[in-house]
């Protein structure tokens, strides 16, 4: 088998993990790495949890799929306890991120009766479909894929004024991470999304607010938006809800889910059987104790980390256990999380300049210790050893 016949839409790093355990992942080799990125914001809660690990076995051990045209109490309790969390009233199942937001837009799209037209940020990420990387605000990623869907206005980022001058008769909606994730770990200044919920009042636009990697504890608030004190009308998640297997899902108000008859939209596999008995685990662990730990363990990853007033470091931001580095002008973060992936620690990046830290919940201080020290050596230029970079 030497010749590779996976397709090249990505750069993967030549380390594959053979199981993990907690903040935990080991290799082949058995050599251990510790996980600062949770694949992505996925593994909320960590390798091979217990008890999500037994629920996911019991509906294993039951059945697989039966597809939506049967009814479902796992699903009805997972949309209880989102509605109950965010206090909107109904849910929508589907299998990633991308298909949530494909259908927020379409949802919006029907709510609005002819008016059609979304506004989204410059450096905001949705997903790849047509549909959703039409919402993304990165030319950058639509190149070769043009014509996109009509109907999309992106706009810069926490500018509440650049909305407000982007609003036409046919605006329908905003559509929004309350904190840019692949577009950089950029946290808007406070006060913007309250301004952009009262613009979408006084317009009568939905805010659809894409927490597809914000949500579900990470910023330690269950959604991200709770930290500003305001409503969407439509929340998008997917990611850490089932903390690894695939889940999507749309939360709505009812006033959104009232305009949708059966036919409109629909998934053969949303609402998996085995996901969503996943994600029942997920949100029985995901407590006000962790939601605090959660915050409190990214203030302490933050302040020991700017301590250090590392000169390769321009800033560090985020909220919760969401937090981006930003490193100086010719330090590239490819080769950085290269070097760190060297020494055993796993973390991501966004662009050329960002080093993108989202470690699982169950991460210790000790971790976060290890983690600092082990980067300002790979940044004080200790020399990496291993795989390639
Ligand atoms: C904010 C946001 N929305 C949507 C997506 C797409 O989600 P998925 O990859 O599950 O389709 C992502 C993925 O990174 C994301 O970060």
């Known amino acids: 088998m030497s010749e590779n016949h996976l397709l090249g839409n990505y750069n993967r790093y030549p380390v594959e993990f053979a199981f993990g355990e907690g903040a935990y992942l080991y290799d082949h080799q058995g050599s251990k790495y ?46 209880a306890t989102l509605a109950e969390k965010s206090g909107l009233d109904k849910v929508f199942f589907c299998n990633s991120g991308t298909e949530a937001n494909e259908a927020a837009i379409k949802f919006a799209r029907k709510w609005g009766n002819g008016r059609y037209h979304i506004i989204t940020a410059l450096g905001g990420f949705h997903g790849r479909t047509m549909g959703a990387l039409s919402a993304t605000g990165q030319p950058k990623l639509w190149n070769g894929f043009f014509p996109l869907v009509y109907g999309f206005t992106s706009v810069p980022f926490g500018v509440i004024e650049s909305i407000k001058s982007a609003i036409t008769p046919q605006t329908v909606a905003i559509m929004l991470e309350p ?9 808007p200044q406070n006060g913007y999304l309250k301004a952009v919920k009262e613009l979408c009042e006084e317009h009568n636009l939905l805010l659809i ?43 709505c108000s009812d006033d959104v889910a009232s305009v949708i008859k059966p036919g409109d939209h629909g998934s053969t596999f949303g609402g998996n059987p085995v996901s969503v008995a996943a994600a029942n685990a997920v949100t029985e662990l995901l407590t006000d104790e ?26 560090i931001r985020g909220k919760g256990l969401m937090i981006g580095i930003q490193l100086a002008d010719g ?11 060297n020494q055993g620690i796993v973390v991501g990046t966004s662009g050329d300049s960002v080093i993108r830290v989202l470690p699982p919940f169950v991460i210790s201080k000790s971790d976060i210790d290890h983690f600092i020290s082990t980067f300002s050596a790979v940044l004080a230029g200790a020399e990496a050893q291993g795989v390639a970079v």
Do not use: C
């Open 209 to 251: 607010l894409d927490e597809v990697q914000t949500g579900m504890g990470r910023t330690g608030k269950w959604f991200a938006h709770q930290h500003d004190d305001i409503k969407p009308d439509i929340i998008t998640l997917a990611k850490g809800i089932a903390n690894g297997l695939p889940l999507g899902a749309l939360i």
């Open 34 to 79: 510790t996980d600062f990125l949770s694949g992505i914001a996925v593994t909320g809660f960590g390798h091979a949890q217990p008890d999500i690990t037994s629920a996911v076995m019991k509906q294993l051990n039951g059945v697989w799929h039966t597809s939506n045209l049967f009814d479902s109490s796992g699903q009805k309790t997972l949309a």
């Open 331 to 341: 330090i590239s973060s490819k080769t950085v999380a290269g070097k760190l992936l």
């Open 290 to 315: 962790v939601l605090a730990e959660n915050l409190e363990f990214g203030d302490y990853f933050v302040s020991q980390l700017t301590e250090l007033s590392l000169p390769e470091v321009l800033d």
């Open 179 to 187: 904190i840019l994730g692949e577009g950089g770990v950029i946290v």
